[in-house]
């Protein structure tokens, strides 16, 4: 005896496996990789260090990146430049709405892998160093075209890997995830439909400029494969060099942010925005900015040091550990994270953290505090740690 319906069909197990796949993103994709934590699809920011400070190891698609950056300097800029210059050499569909083409002829150029770069990973063993420092000029001495001019050049690096494949096409070869970026090169854009520019038109005061913004989103997102990721870059949102000025107006913005928001949860594995805010003309105290920070997935900002602070010739006066640190150039203060605030889990993680530019990183990491003045054995950090018979006499 069955008690089973009548007149009702079974599914099939091919048919329900088939509606998880067409649900279910594709992780295939060039720069997309699933989550460590949930898998939910992620891309890189093209910085490994804000990749991680994510918490899922990438950007997870479907949600926007406020960047605030307070004072007149553009690294909030030079973090938007590396996001788009990733999404470029992935094959991504960039977006740059309010700027013109030179500011794409200024995106960064490739210098390595992230991975494999020894300026991001932990470093070389004591043999490699050895290597390096007596034989590296005659390490290819016999080979093939090796001269006198060609001893001191690097090993060959892929440095265009999508030289024959368009913005909807997977490549041939593995392309990392996240790549190294060297401010004094260029980037050579492979296909001119993987970076478009979105014009602010000039309309009447009682119209929003925003509108003609989100027509071109929505056509581009429509009439795009379901491969296709895309990358929306805004600098400098709200900036009076850029936009005019009833653009800042509350009924304008706040319903372009709720818009563009609406996008990312109706594309969630196809669509990303990452975007700098000047808090010198807009401050946090506003209730303008904290209504755009409630409406963004992730907040971050970016306070420099003054210039006094960052130029001081001793690693003590700029917050270096020790002598063979970096410099920092300001704190990076987390106020929001992509899905993990959204869940209810706060905001930020507990350490102080600051950013380091240089020519061919971004990198953000714990704030040190600065040797105790007249340890000079702390600042050239040679000390192990241990105390020595010194320390302990009374």
Same mark, same amino acid.
Request: aromatic share 6%; with cysteine.
């Given at each position: ?12 197990? !091919? ?7 067409s649900?279910g993103?594709n992780?295939?994709?060039s720069?997309v990789?699933?989550s ?7 891309? /890189?920011?093209? *910085?490994?260090?804000l990749?991680? =400070? ?8 479907g +949600? ?25 050499i992935?094959?991504h ?8 083409e030179?500011w ?5 150029? $490739? ?27 005659? &390490? ?13 050049a690097?090993?060959?690096? +892929?440095? +265009?890997?999508?030289k ?5 096409? *997977? ?10 970026f060297?401010?004094?090169k260029r980037?050579?854009v ?8 979105? %014009?602010i ?9 925003? &509108? ?10 429509a009439?795009?494969?379901? /491969? ?7 600098p400098? =949102?709200?900036?009076?060099a850029l936009y ?15 818009? =563009? ?10 669509? $990303?925005? @990452? ?9 946090r ?10 409406? /963004?997935?992730?907040?971050i900002?970016? *306070? ?14 700029s917050?270096a ?5 970096? !410099? %920092?150039?300001? @704190? ?6 992509? $899905? ?12 102080? =953290?600051?950013?380091v530019?240089?020519?061919? !990183? ?12 007249g ?14 018979? $010194?320390?302990?006499?009374?």
């Amino acid at each position: 005896m069955s008690f089973r319906k009548r007149n009702v069909g079974l599914s099939s197990p !091919k048919s329900q496996t088939q509606k998880a796949e067409s649900d279910g993103p594709n992780i295939s994709i060039s720069g997309v990789r699933p989550s460590p934590l949930d898998g939910r699809p992620t891309t /890189s920011t093209g *910085t490994s260090s804000l990749d991680d =400070l994510l918490g899922h190891s990438g950007f997870a698609l479907g +949600n926007s990146i406020l960047i605030e950056e307070d004072g007149t300097t553009e690294f909030g800029t030079t973090l938007l430049r590396y996001f788009a210059a990733e999404g470029v050499i992935q094959g991504h569909k960039v977006h740059a709405v309010g700027v013109g083409e030179s500011w794409g002829r200024e995106l960064p150029g $490739v210098a390595g892998s992230a991975a494999g770069d020894v300026t991001e990973a932990e470093g070389p063993t004591g043999a490699e160093k050895e290597k390096m420092k007596i034989a590296w000029r005659y &390490e290819r001495l016999g080979e093939f075209g090796a001269g006198p001019s060609s001893a001191r050049a690097p090993p060959a690096v +892929n440095r +265009n890997p999508m030289k024959d494949n368009s913005c909807e096409k *997977t490549p041939s070869s593995p392309i990392p995830f996240c790549h190294t970026f060297d401010l004094t090169k260029r980037l050579a854009v492979p296909d001119p439909r993987c970076l478009a520019f979105v %014009p602010i038109r000039p309309v009447p005061q009682h119209v929003s400029p925003f &509108e003609s913004i989100l027509q071109t989103f929505n056509e581009q997102l429509a009439s795009s494969s379901s /491969s296709t990721i895309h990358r929306i870059v805004i600098p400098n =949102l709200l900036s009076p060099a850029l936009y005019p000025p009833h653009a800042s107006s509350p009924q304008h913005i706040l319903q372009f942010l709720h818009s =563009l928001r609406a996008l990312l949860r109706q594309y969630p594995t196809r669509l $990303v925005v @990452m975007m700098t805010l000047p808090l010198m003309l807009y401050p946090r105290s506003t209730g303008l900015t904290r209504w755009m920070e409630l409406l /963004s997935d992730g907040v971050i900002e970016l *306070t420099p040091f003054p210039r006094s602070v960052d130029a001081g010739p001793a690693a003590t006066a700029s917050g270096a550990a020790t002598a063979q640190e970096e !410099k %920092p150039q300001g @704190m990076v203060k987390v106020h929001r994270l992509p $899905v993990f605030s959204e869940k209810g889990g706060g905001g930020a993680p507990g350490d102080d =953290l600051a950013f380091v530019v240089s020519r061919r !990183k971004f990198v953000i990491k714990p704030f040190n505090l600065p040797p105790v003045e007249g340890d000079t054995q702390a600042q050239r950090g040679d000390g192990d740690g241990k105390p020595t018979n $010194v320390e302990i006499e009374f």
